[in-house]
């Protein structure tokens, strides 16, 4: 495996792959890598002869007062890592390599809409402009097939997809599934800021998800009701939470005559902010549980 800084590097790199008529598949990351990053890595090999995973701790999807400059930056053990996956090229950019007109930029992508002014579009204005943005320059850069994103950003991935869809970019987006600690929380590399009180009760998060997803596939429909009886079990088990909310797959409003939705969820735990999804189908399909004893 080669690690790459330069955007002619990569460029130079790429276009041999592109002599030989290979497929490119691009799985983008923050670093601080973790088995949910691998899963996607080893689904990559699967889909492309050559595997393509971006490190880059993108300034311009962070808030002001989020945790950019304490993000986790361990590049020397993700390339170890991804060595023993069996991926390709790891493309570890600066700032001024994504941003080479200077930073912040004066050209973004926007999805606009009600899909990026929810949920965490509400709470972090800006974030999804600067995924989008970020995204896109991957996307020019190595030019994908298909490129592999975690459903725990569940949000992220339908801003990906519209956006690949309005601009007609020609490539695939391909969710992975959610993997998880034994205990059912997300694996997320800010799990790492969680002390230990904190990680004990970290997984009652998924577990609020599960039991509003057995409710529905049980029957109910009051899923405004659910979500506020849930809501108030967090934040009585020292949660803080942002929302709650029960959405079609396309995060449009719920209806409950469909046959599948998915129960998001945000909220703060000490300083550590967690995000989970769960996927719901109904009434006949089962939601798997994974809840702490």
Known sequence: MKTLHRVADLHGELSEWRTRHET??????MGNLHAGHISLVERARHLAECVVVSVFVNPLQFGPKEDFERYPRTLEADAALLRQTGADLLFAPAVADMYPGG?????????????????????RPGH????????????????PAVAL???????????????VADLGLPLRVNGAPTLRDADGLALSSRNQYLGPQERA?????????????????????DFA??????????EAAGFRAQYL?????????????????VVLAAAYLGSTRLIDN???RAPDVAVQRAMPE
């Open 24 to 29: 490119v598949a691009l799985v983008p990351t």
């Open 103 to 123: 930073y912040p930029p004066v050209t973004t992508v926007r999805v606009g809409g009600p899909l990026t002014g929810i949920l965490d579009g509400e709470f």
């Open 128 to 143: 999804f402009e600067g995924v989008a943005t970020v995204v896109n320059i991957l996307f020019n850069l190595v030019q």
């Open 149 to 163: 994103f975690g459903e725990k950003d569940w949000q992220q991935l339908q801003v990906i997809r519209r956006m």
């Open 201 to 221: 009760i970290a997984p009652r998060l998924y577990a609020a998800l599960c039991a509003i997803g057995e409710a529905i596939a049980a029957g109910r429909r």
């Open 225 to 234: 009701a659910l979500c506020a009886q849930q809501r108030a079990v967090l």
């Open 245 to 261: 909310e029960v959405r079609a797959p396309d995060l449009a409003p719920p209806d409950p005559q469909a046959g599948a939705w």
């Open 278 to 280: 769960l996927q719901v």
